[in-house]
């Protein structure tokens, strides 16, 4: 088996034992990358001078034997996760050339931990759209079926995991980004608990609603990775001061009296066969393990979509109003004053479907309709919000869909910017109520795409979550593209 | 017909923290453009504001200063605007719940007491500056002024003419200098003032259209712009014709102001909570502890200064409206024991000073060495022109009262056959004067007074050398 | 409601973008659509319920008033597109 196919624990062990050297190893990622991205798209830059520098400075730790569990191991960042010194484009032409002067939180702390970045992510422009596909580099490819999307926003992420282009990534999620992709490529992708992760360095989408998670192999590299990226951040004031939590603890201590949620509002209408027979498959799994299923409502979950959109566009026309052409990012030639110096920097820098969603939100924030869409939203919010606190009066965990469906083909939903936001019915309310969400595989459609069980957890409860997740992988397996499973 | 103007400022403070409001920039002004900034105030992809302690504590003491109820809730919002000196293209300000509201402040005018509402106090950041280009075609960025930490006053309508409004300027940058949450340098634009202004026929109860006028940055601006902005929009209504809701500018050379034109539209700032700041919550103890740090105000020390020390108002008043000055008054008069003693002084030879040589004065002017020098007078061991010369040298020197004085032997000269000796000399030298004396002109007794003190050097004592002069004198008419 | 390019191009001015006159009318008619869609909001009865602004129970986190000044003037002007001296430059901006 090839070391590529690794996970982080397995590949730590071989490191090691001197099993392979972190350069070696780094190379090996690097020859499959520049073998296999052309296809898949996934990484927009590829920074091979610098992972292998930092692939021997991890391997002198490890020789020192003060190797933590990420030491030496390659991974992939999300391409809107601030790296200083790699560009950083949010797969927009606005930043195309844009070269931050300093790190995100997170990828400071992996560097920290002696992880050799490898290179930066495939997404959808600013991380706005389900499908990778809203990019200036072009769509990412699912490796499952290079005819398909990968899922978005974090659609590089899942599939450079999924194809072993990288041994783990970092993806952000604001309304199912990590999950969505992690689903539609068969990998395991954990959106935290708003305020666990720093969100410095990470550009800005939907302040209230961002947050930087892992996308791994397994449920296990899941917990290493979070227990590398969690944590408060002075520079983050959002960000949660709390004890530090092994996450890696406890995950085998099963799912004996567990019990798992089922809204039922989730398995209504507009659910495709496939992924509701093998979410409910695997619940039927956990039951067999010993959790227990029980039917819980969120009532207000179908109001999800429209108040998402309004806030989340509502933060975005204010986040992204600083893209002028001034201080960094595209700047149009032909502007003859400011007004149009902003007005033509934006109009060509920005894609469509990021001008939809400024002009969406600047519409729902503008005066007339700020209190029926906007505030309405915070009202909305906190409905669902209160539903998830009830829902979770009878349950430890919720078990959803992560889709309405596996992965879609390239081209198939993008002139329907409607359809595409009604397909995060399942993951955006988890956002609104800043709760944590892991998507693990657990089955695959009629065309051999793999489907993901979305775990939903109370706030701060990714220990549990991730001890679930643990059970379900034991009992379905993991999934690799191009192996009969 | 009859007018009535009516005026409310909205006073822009930037407050003097060491660091910006949301980065730890230096909050200074001046120096080579864009060396003051980082990533935060710079307002780069990714970056995260935190909101300085500091900064919401001067707003908290300004606002209490001011008579203000502090909102025990209370949170930032983003106002929305795009201007090239604003690098997020959104202000990081307070909307529905500033930090301070429903305050006041009393005014004097004409020697009376008028109160003005205040209607908030609100916390939010500073822009950058656009400087033109004197060689290219285009405007420069400077950005180290972006998120200095400022409060925004915004007053009721309550003032009733110009000169009202240039003392509500003062009294509030004199308050706003008491707390030291700001030090008011307006030739820096750290504090700036825009007037909102309409008129209408007195008795009549709804308020005119307004115009705001922006960016005052003088005393004497606020007035002559409030003055000049009256007339106009009363010329206007007299000749038939309608005031329009605008901003204006006010031109301080051309003493005129003129439209802002290009806003055909009304903006619209869409306010929203900031996401990246969590809510302020204020309690007791930290209310009280903010309510401890602050000094005296103005007009309570004025009405003591009055009541207990006996001081003229006007006086009162005068030393009052700066901080430095009251301080040093506050330090001498304790020293010497002579409160008027200490006033008068101040209302000469110090103002006469400032007056010369501008507030840098009161810098090197210890209140409690000054005192001292008082001391000495007030027991007469030096007289009036000494302790001049002893405070000249004061300024220039430093050097310790006490010191100064015995250097330059400056100690009243009370030797009874001294005096008598420099007497008699001026008589024996001054024929003229001791016959206009006979003659019965008064006059000519200051004159000799005035030799005598000469030939001791300025170093007699009046009362002394008075007393031997018409001894000697009656002596000499009686020959 | 229906949303008619005389609305997509007010909001596109307050937001700053031009769009090229052949693009605008697809855009209102995809706005039209999500802002019907997004309209069921102004129907849901709310009642009492409180806007939610944050989801976490996090109040008064404050930085102290400290000066960390670090000019690094010439590294962050780099990633502007134009610059001169030390200034970043717009098209004159002149106050009538
Ligand atoms: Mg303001
Ligand atoms: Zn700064």
């Known amino acids: 088996m090839s070391i590529l196919n690794k996970t982080i624990k397995e590949t730590s062990e071989l490191l090691r034992a001197r099993k392979i050297g972190v350069v070696e190893l780094t190379r090996e990622y690097i020859k499959k990358i520049e073998k296999d991205n052309e296809n898949i798209n996934c990484y927009i830059t590829v920074c091979e001078k610098e992972a292998l520098d930092a692939a021997e400075k991890a391997q002198k730790l490890i020789d020192e034997g003060e190797a933590s569990p990420l030491c030496g191991i390659p991974a992939g960042i999300k391409d809107n996760i601030c790296t200083e010194g790699i560009r950083t484009t949010c797969a927009s032409k606005m930043l195309e050339n844009f070269i931050p002067p300093y790190s995100a939180t997170v990828v400071e702390k992996l560097l920290g931990q002696g992880a050799v970045v490898l290179g930066k992510l495939n997404m959808d422009e600013f991380a706005m759209g389900g499908s990778s596909e809203n990019s200036i580099f072009g769509p990412v490819r699912n490796p499952w079926d290079n005819t398909r999307v990968a899922g978005g926003s974090s659609g590089g992420s899942a599939a450079a995991v999924s194809a072993n282009m990288a041994c783990f990534t970092l993806g952000s999620d604001t309304g199912g980004s990590i999950r969505q992709p992690a689903s539609f490529c068969g990998v395991v992708g954990l ?295 | 017909m009859d007018y009535e103007v009516v005026i409310g400022l909205e006073i822009h403070s930037e407050l003097k923290t060491k660091s910006k409001i949301f980065c730890g920039c230096k909050n200074e002004f001046g120096g080579e453009p864009n060396t003051k900034c980082c990533p935060i105030c710079l307002g780069m992809p990714g970056v995260l504001p935190k909101l300085n302690k500091k900064a919401l504590e001067y707003a908290i003491k300004a606002g209490i200063a001011m008579n203000c109820k502090i909102s025990r809730f209370s949170k930032m919002d983003r106002k929305n605007f795009f201007y090239p000196d604003m690098p997020k293209a959104y202000q990081i300000s307070q909307y529905d719940l500033p930090i301070c509201y429903d305050g006041y402040v009393d005014i004097e005018v004409n020697g009376e007491k008028k109160r003005i509402g205040i209607e908030r106090i609100h916390l939010e950041e500073d822009a950058g500056k656009l400087m033109h280009d004197p060689f290219g075609q285009g405007s420069l960025i400077d950005h180290n002024r972006c998120g200095v930490p400022l409060i925004e006053i915004v007053t009721c309508p309550d003032v009733r003419s110009a000169e009202e409004a240039r003392i509500l300027f003062e009294t509030i940058k004199t308050i706003l200098e008491y707390t030291e949450v700001s030090d008011c340098q307006m030739q820096e634009g750290s504090l700036r003032a825009d007037v909102n202004l309409s008129v209408r026929p007195r008795g009549q109860k709804e308020f005119g259209v307004r115009t705001e006028m922006k960016n005052l940055n003088s005393l004497r601006a606020v007035q002559r712009a409030a003055e000049a902005e009256a007339k106009r929009q009363i010329a206007v209504i007299e000749k038939g014709g309608q005031v329009i809701q605008e901003t204006r500018r006010w031109d301080d050379n051309k003493g005129e102001s003129f439209s802002m034109r290009g806003k055909e539209e009304a903006m619209d700032y869409r306010y929203f909570p900031e996401p990246d700041l969590v809510p302020i919550v204020v309690d007791d103890a930290w209310l009280n502890e903010i309510k401890a740090s602050i000094p005296e105000l103005p007009l309570s020390r004025k009405e003591r200064y009055v009541n207990e020390l006996g001081i003229p108002p006007y006086d009162a008043g005068l030393i009052t409206m700066n901080k430095k000055l009251a301080d040093i008054f506050e330090e001498a008069y304790k020293v010497c024991g002579n409160p008027k003693l200490a006033s008068n002084w101040i209302m000469t030879d110090i103002l006469r000073r400032i007056n010369e040589q501008g507030d840098s004065v009161l810098d090197s002017l210890n209140g409690a060495k000054f005192g001292q020098i008082l001391l000495f007078l007030e027991k007469g061991e030096i007289t009036q022109a000494s302790a001049k010369q002893a405070l000249d040298t004061f300024l220039e020197t430093g050097e310790e009262p006490e010191s100064i004085i015995n250097r330059l032997g400056l100690k009243v000269q009370r030797d009874e056959n001294l005096v008598l000796a420099a007497v008699k000399d001026v008589i024996e030298k001054n024929p003229q004067a001791i016959a206009d004396f006979k003659a019965g002109k008064t006059k000519a007794f200051g004159f000799l007074m005035g030799q005598t003190m000469a030939a001791l050097k300025g170093k007699g004592d009046p009362a002394q050398v008075k007393k031997i002069l018409e001894e000697q004198l009656n002596a000499a008419i009686n020959e | 409601m229906g949303i008619d390019i005389e609305t997509i191009k007010k909001i596109a001015n307050l937001a700053a973008i031009s769009f090229e006159e052949n693009e605008l009318e697809g855009f209102a008619r995809d706005f039209d659509l999500i802002i019907g869609y997004m309209e069921q909001l102004s129907k849901i009865d709310t009642g009492d319920i409180k806007p939610m602004e944050h989801v976490l129970p996090v109040q008064n986190v404050f930085r102290e008033d400290e000066d960390t000044n670090q000019n690094n003037r010439d590294e962050l002007i780099k990633c502007a597109p134009v610059s001169e001296n030390g200034c970043y430059i717009v098209p004159s901006v002149v106050e009538s």
Request: glycine letters at 10%; one cysteine or more.
């Open chain 1, 191 to 485: 959106k935290p608990t708003y305020g666990l992760v720093s969100r410095y360095g990470l550009v800005a989408f939907a302040s209230s609603l961002d947050q930087i998670g892992p996308l791994a192999k397994d449920v296990t590299d899941c917990a290493i990775i979070l227990n590398a990226i969690a944590g408060f951040d002075p520079m983050d004031s959002t960000s949660v001061n709390k004890e530090y939590e092994d996450y890696t603890q406890d995950l085998e201590k099963g799912v004996q009296g567990i019990r798992i949620g089922l809204p039922k509002e989730f398995f209504d209408i507009g659910l495709d066969d496939d992924v509701k027979e093998a979410v409910l498959n695997a619940v039927r799994q956990l039951e067999a393990l010993g959790g227990k299923a029980y039917e819980v409502g969120l009532p207000s979950i179908k109001h999800s979509v429209p108040a998402y959109y309004i806030i989340s566009s509502s933060e975005a026309s204010a986040n992204l109003a600083r893209y002028d052409g001034i201080r960094y990012g595209y700047r149009s030639s032909k502007a003859r004053d400011i007004s149009e110096l902003y007005r033509l920097s934006r109009g060509e820098g920005f894609g469509r479907e990021v001008k939809r969603r400024i002009l969406l939100g600047t519409y729902a924030l503008s005066s007339g309709y700020h209190d029926e869409l906007y505030k309405k939203a915070l009202k909305v919010r906190r409905m669902i919000f209160n539903d998830f606190n009830n829902a979770f009066e009878n349950c430890d965990v919720i078990a959803a869909p992560s889709y309405p469906v596996a992965s879609f083909k390239i081209g198939e939903n993008i002139q329907e910017p409607l359809k595409m936001y009604l397909g995060d019915i399942y993951t955006a309310g988890v956002n609104l109520a800043g709760l944590p969400g892991l998507v693990v595989p657990c089955g695959r459609d009629k065309n051999g795409m793999p489907i993901g069980i979305q775990l939903i957890g109370k706030a701060f409860s990714e220990k549990l979550l991730l001890r679930v997740g643990y059970a379900l992988e034991k009992a379905v397996g993991t999934f690799r593209p191009g192996e009969g499973n």
